[in-house]
């Protein structure tokens, strides 16, 4: 029996009674905030790779890849700070490296193979000058096969090697490595091939498809097997590129992550005709440097999904982030890549409103625009999924649960004419005096439920929580003292 205590956000249905429940479950979208810089120095070339965010005190920290296509050229690892909280980044002149006869640029690695990742180590017994750690792929010509390698830096610039984590898997995305204070073990998140578990449509090799694998290791140097992480469910087994695992910023207990869906059709068709870019698509299909028809075939979106054991996700199948409406520069493989870090608080888009959720997108990426932008997108906090109700009155009711708080919060929104009621049920589903409310409505991340009896009464009882709505959202319940 599952034991509410703080926030529990509503991500999955985990303690619903779905016999009982008839408000849908379902992915929310985010607003787009606008952009957040333009990549446009020299050094920066005309397309980007793998962002990394970290917040620190004061400031955030970005982190970026920067090529050019068709020839590629060294891949240059670049640096940008946000003192806005989060709304605008600029870049950093470090001066470590040389650009064309000057120092005056914010690169911080000249050239790497791929796949380069930033992380801070949350081990409270990481050595000081270890406390920025990077992850990126190589080609291992004794191994024949790929290595994840490990760096670290004590300041966030100044990365050298130190190690390699892992060989023989594939890599060739953003391999993440984090702390779980929890479980006092680091997690490790990569991209490797599987056998397909399901049919689907946009697998081309069932004996190949893109997926993710986490092992583990309380030393960074002993670890586990890789493991596929498994979807709850009998989810379609469609490829999946990054995986930007990050613990929930505001509870992590939760694990959140986004997955690039990587959609390849078959063939090309009367769609691609009309979809945007048709010229650029075929270009990169046929005619460019290292040309592939999957080039031209490949569509991506992002996903979101939730953990609380690093394990087991539960997925939501329909996108959360999308190429959006069709112009010359998206709609392509590449559209949809969130930055690595998590979602980082950002102050409120209005005057009066609550910090928002922002997550970061790179913008015109393989487009071969004049220059990629880095877009910002917005949640409400824990938004990123809510149970709702149209018109009609709909209701979602919880197994039995026990929970330890004298004061619920509820965060949710309706309409005008909406509402919640809020009943709390013994373990049978009988009411219980004195634990209902009147119609809640409103919009906000944190309202206090007022019962007519004190909440501590239930403490440790195994009750049920119905939730009766009409034109409404629930993102999220929170127990405090």
């Known amino acids: 029996m599952k034991k509410l205590t703080g926030l529990f956000p509503f991500w999955t249905d985990e303690i619903t009674d779905n016999e009982k429940t008839s408000a849908i479950l379902s992915v929310n979208k985010p607003d787009c905030a606008g952009i957040s810089i333009d990549f446009d120095q020299p050094w920066d070339g005309n397309c980007l790779d793998f962002l990394s965010v970290i917040r620190e005190e004061g400031f955030i920290r970005l982190y970026y890849e920067a090529w050019s296509y068709p020839s590629v050229g060294p891949i240059r690892v670049c640096y940008a700070e946000s003192h806005d909280g989060g709304v605008t980044f600029k870049p950093v002149r470090v001066g470590l490296y040389e650009y064309e006869g000057s120092y005056d640029n914010n690169i911080v690695m000249p050239e790497i193979p791929d796949n380069f990742t930033v992380t801070k180590d949350e081990n409270p017994d990481c050595p000081p000058e270890q406390k920025y750690k990077a992850t990126m792929s190589r080609y291992n010509k004794e191994l024949d096969g790929n290595e994840l390698v490990l760096l670290a830096a004590p300041d966030g610039i100044r990365f050298k090697e130190i190690g390699v984590i892992s060989t023989g898997l594939a890599?060739?995305?953003?391999?993440?490595?984090?702390?779980?204070?929890?479980?006092?073990?680091?997690?490790?998140?990569?991209?490797?091939?599987?056998?397909?578990?399901?049919?689907?449509?946009?697998?081309?090799?069932?004996?190949?498809?893109?997926?993710?694998?986490?092992?583990?290791?309380?030393?960074?140097?002993?670890?586990?097997?890789?493991?596929?992480?498994?979807?709850?469910?009998?989810?379609?087994?469609?490829?999946?590129?990054?995986?930007?695992?990050?613990?929930?910023?505001?509870?992590?207990?939760?694990?959140?992550?986004?997955?690039?869906?990587?959609?390849?059709?078959?063939?090309?068709?009367?769609?691609?005709?009309?979809?945007?870019?048709?010229?650029?698509?075929?270009?990169?299909?046929?005619?460019?440097?290292?040309?592939?028809?999957?080039?031209?075939?490949?569509?991506?979106?992002?996903?979101?999904?939730?953990?609380?054991?690093?394990?087991?996700?539960?997925?939501?199948?329909?996108?959360?982030?999308?190429?959006?409406?069709?112009?010359?520069?998206?709609?392509?493989?590449?559209?949809?890549?969130?930055?690595?870090?998590?979602?980082?608080?950002?102050?409120?888009?209005?005057?009066?409103?609550?910090?928002?959720?922002?997550?970061?997108?790179?913008?015109?990426?393989?487009?071969?625009?004049?220059?990629?932008?880095l877009e910002r997108f917005v949640w409400r906090r824990d938004g990123f999924a809510s149970y709702k109700a149209g018109y009609d009155e709909k209701k979602l009711v919880t197994k039995p649960v026990t929970f330890e708080g004298g004061n619920l919060s509820i965060n949710f929104a309706t309409s005008a004419r909406g509402y919640i009621i809020i009943r709390i049920l013994d373990e049978d589903g009988n009411p219980i005096e004195g634990f209902a409310t009147c119609e809640l409505f409103g919009d906000t991340v944190s309202r206090t439920v007022d019962f007519e009896k004190p909440l501590a009464e239930l403490w440790g009882k195994k009750v049920r929580f119905e939730f009766s709505m009409c034109d409404a959202q629930l993102y999220s319940m929170t127990f405090s003292e």
């Open 171 to 373: 890599y060739d995305t953003q391999n993440v490595l984090i702390w779980n204070r929890h479980a006092k073990k680091y997690f490790c998140y990569m991209r490797d091939y599987h056998s397909a578990h399901t049919k689907c449509r946009d697998t081309l090799n069932e004996e190949s498809v893109r997926g993710i694998s986490v092992m583990e290791s309380a030393d960074l140097v002993n670890w586990s097997e890789a493991k596929e992480i498994n979807f709850v469910g009998n989810k379609e087994d469609y490829p999946l590129y990054v995986n930007n695992v990050f613990p929930y910023v505001y509870d992590d207990r939760y694990y959140i992550g986004f997955p690039v869906r990587y959609v390849e059709r078959k063939e090309w068709n009367a769609s691609f005709e009309r979809l945007c870019g048709k010229a650029q698509r075929k270009w990169r299909m046929y005619d460019a440097q290292f040309a592939e028809p999957r080039f031209g075939l490949t569509l991506t979106d992002c996903l979101f999904m939730t953990s609380t054991d690093n394990y087991n996700w539960h997925r939501f199948d329909e996108a959360c982030l999308v190429p959006g409406y069709e112009y010359r520069y998206n709609w392509l493989y590449g559209d949809c890549y969130p930055a690595v870090g998590g979602v980082i608080p950002t102050p409120g888009r209005y005057e009066g409103y609550p910090d928002e959720l922002s997550v970061y997108v790179w913008k015109h990426h393989w487009g071969v625009a004049p220059t990629v932008k």
